[in-house]
């Protein structure tokens, strides 16, 4: 089971899409067929980490979601 997780967060990142704790935490629980919690992300985190880097990502700036707005298109 976790190596079918370790395959969805390489395909994610091939697609430039790296996935979040609250992702991991809910295909997780797909594949286990119950829900998992926050701590076990952290664990599985820390289980791969010769595999997996994490990061904290800045929110994006307010100008710059202004500028890409539907109504500015």
């Not at 089971?1 to 979040?20: A, D, F, K, S």
């Not at 701590?39 to 979601?65: E, Y």
């Amino acid at each position: 089971q976790e190596q079918e997780l370790m395959l969805y967060i390489e395909r994610c990142v091939r697609r430039g899409l790296p996935p979040t704790r609250e992702m991991l935490r809910n295909f997780a629980g797909t594949i286990a067929n119950h829900e998992v919690s926050d701590s076990w992300v952290t664990r599985f985190l820390q289980r791969h980490n010769a595999h997996l880097i994490t990061k904290w990502s800045a929110g994006i700036d307010r100008n710059r979601h202004r500028a890409d707005s539907r109504e500015r298109y």
